[in-house]
């Protein structure tokens, strides 16, 4: 079982930055993955960004390049999403997941937090 708890989501303007957070604790099992995904009102989850946590490699939807980063903290088991230049489009929950590299699906969600970003 792991468990994972996000912070840092709030109300910020267009063209902001906020940075979320994410907390992970339990039993995991190496080689993993922790991803972001993000939910807007009435819009189906998409996956945002996720990192390799042994090797540390990052990917990135397209809506994120060049304005998101992820990036993990292997002492404090933590996984961080920096948004940048943030939009309108991009208010949705946003939602850590973890996934064992051989899982065709993230099997394990924390309970989200929201991200509003006002025009």
């Known amino acids: 079982q792991v468990q994972l708890v996000e912070s840092g989501g709030g109300l910020v303007q267009a063209g902001g930055s906020l940075r979320l957070s994410c907390a992970a604790s339990?039993?995991?099992?190496?080689?993993?993955?922790m991803g972001w995904f993000r939910q807007a009102p009435g819009k189906e989850r998409e996956f945002v960004a996720s990192?390799?946590?042994?090797?540390?490699?990052?990917y990135l939807s397209d809506s994120g390049k060049g304005r998101f980063t992820i990036s993990r903290d292997t002492a404090k088991n933590t996984v961080d999403l920096q948004m940048t230049s943030l939009k309108p489009e991009d208010t949705a929950v946003y939602y850590c997941?973890?996934?064992?590299?051989?899982?065709?699906?993230?099997?394990?969600w924390g309970q989200g937090t929201q991200v509003t970003v006002s025009s």
């Open positions: 997941a973890y996934k064992e590299i051989i899982d065709r699906v993230y099997r394990y």
């Open positions: 339990g039993r995991t099992f190496s080689p993993y993955v």
């Open positions: 990192v390799v946590w042994r090797s540390g490699n990052t």
